[in-house]
């Protein structure tokens, strides 16, 4: 039996900054959905990062999509 969980294997961090208009979190989700494998990615309990409230961190299986979603969002 696999137990291994997201967190063992998704572990690429990428920063998303959700400040500016309410709708910029939801299209994000949207975008994931849409356009990744849920496996490859874990948006469901952000990290809070350091630096402010309104960063978190979203993280990656595999550097590609990591990549990809950096340009699209940061």
């Known amino acids: 039996m696999?137990?291994?969980?997201?967190?063992d294997y998704?572990?690429?961090?990428?920063?998303?900054d959700s400040r500016g208009d309410h709708g910029?979190?939801?299209a994000m989700r949207r975008w994931l959905f849409e356009n990744?494998?849920?496996?490859?990615?874990?948006?469901?309990?952000?990290s809070i990062?350091?630096?402010g409230i309104h960063q978190r961190k979203?993280?990656?299986?595999n550097e590609?999509?990591?990549?990809?979603?950096?340009l699209r969002w940061n």
Do not use: M, Q
Not at 36 to 46: I, S
Not at 58 to 61: A, L, R, Y
Not at 64 to 70: E, G, I, M, S
């Open 2 to 7: 696999n137990t291994s969980t997201k967190l």
């Open 10 to 16: 998704c572990n690429i961090p990428v920063v998303f």
């Open 24 to 26: 910029r979190g939801h």
């Open 36 to 46: 990744l494998d849920p496996d490859c990615y874990d948006a469901e309990d952000f």
């Open 49 to 51: 990062v350091s630096l």
């Open 58 to 61: 979203i993280w990656f299986s």
């Open 64 to 70: 590609k999509d990591a990549l990809w979603f950096a």
